[in-house]
């Protein structure tokens, strides 16, 4: 697979069960090698409660769950670019204190 697109949900989560902010992206991923780079555009432009929501969140941890339309998902980190709802979306560090995916995976 060298690219993929198609629609995703970024959810942010602060627990195994307690999701705070879930939004729909139109995301774009490239694949080079073992790299790979993407961007997302947000479905709908965010009103002004959904923007301060996700700045909030973003500030607090930038890493957010990608869940795909199958289930699957990705835990990326994410950062704003500045034009028109875009977000760059790269690999989670896997580098932190809490095992890999503890706050962002909801309870199955």
């Not at 879930?22 to 959904?50: I, Q």
């Not at 923007?51 to 969140?57: A, K, P, T, V």
């Amino acid at each position: 697979m060298d690219s993929y697109e198609g629609t995703a949900t970024l959810e942010w989560w602060a627990n195994r069960s307690t999701c705070l902010g879930r939004l729909r992206v139109e995301v774009a991923f490239r694949v080079a090698g073992d790299n790979w780079t993407s961007e997302a555009t947000f479905e709908s432009p965010l009103a002004a409660e959904h923007r301060e929501s996700l700045d909030f969140l973003m500030q607090l941890d930038p890493h957010f769950t990608l869940r795909f339309d199958d289930a699957s998902t990705l835990l990326v980190k994410v950062v704003e670019t500045g034009f028109g709802g875009r977000v760059i979306l790269t690999a989670a560090e896997a580098d932190t204190a809490e095992p890999t995916g503890t706050r962002h995976a909801p309870h199955r």
